[in-house]
């Protein structure tokens, strides 16, 4: 076990110091991304400003879908995740009170919304 080890500790600090590589950057498609998910081969970036959710193609950055979250109110949106094809969207108050949640179809139609207060 002890000779598996020295053979493995050479590479593990030769990964370990290597230079990262940066393999692309992709234009934002709005000036104030605050959520960023991945899911069904695509991006998905929200925008809290606008309040956009924009799908995005993740090799050339080029939008495929956008939509409006009309449903946030007065509540600001700044968190998304993808799951199971579902996004879900995290908005609250000025003050920072991040208590509710928002589901979209990755089609862009509203699902429905909770408390995420706990």
Do not use: H
């Not at 959520?35 to 799908?55: C, P, Q, V």
């Amino acid at each position: 076990m002890k000779i598996v080890f020295l053979f493995i500790l050479p590479l593990m600090v030769a990964v370990c110091v290597s230079d990262p590589v940066l393999d692309r950057t992709l234009t934002a498609p709005d000036g104030n991304i605050t959520g960023l998910g991945y899911g069904e081969g695509y991006l998905w970036a929200l925008d809290k400003t606008s309040e956009t959710i924009y799908k995005l193609d993740p090799l050339t950055g080029a939008v495929e879908n956008s939509w409006v979250c009309t449903q946030t109110g007065t509540k600001i949106p700044s968190g998304l995740t993808y799951l199971n094809g579902y996004l879900y969207i995290c908005a609250g108050t000025a003050a920072g009170n991040y208590t509710y949640g928002y589901r979209y179809t990755s089609a862009g139609a509203y699902a429905n919304s909770f408390d995420m207060d706990c």
